[in-house]
């Protein structure tokens, strides 16, 4: 059974565990509102810690991301 554990504030509520079924161990986030899931691998991970909160901005800008057509993101 994978242990897990659930962060969430007013603006998200996430699940996160760490997965070890692919070639190395990896964060397993899970949006518990939409159920969308994200696999972060250790240099993903790094490289968050290396970015300034100004690189980061665009992510926490829902109108950017969250409610666009994921097959928009194709194009």
């Not at 897990?4 to 397993?28: P, T």
């Not at 159920?35 to 968050?48: A, H, I, M």
Request: aromatic share 8%; hydrophobic share 40%; no cysteine.
């Amino acid at each position: 059974m994978k242990e897990s554990f659930v962060l969430k504030n007013e603006f998200a509520h996430v699940s996160v565990q760490i997965d070890r079924s692919a070639n190395g161990d990896r964060l397993l986030l899970k949006d518990i509102r939409t159920g969308k899931v994200s696999y972060f691998d250790p240099l993903e991970l790094e490289s968050l810690l290396w970015a300034t909160h100004k690189d980061l901005t665009i992510l926490l800008d829902p109108s950017k991301t969250r409610w666009i057509d994921e097959a928009d993101d194709l194009e």
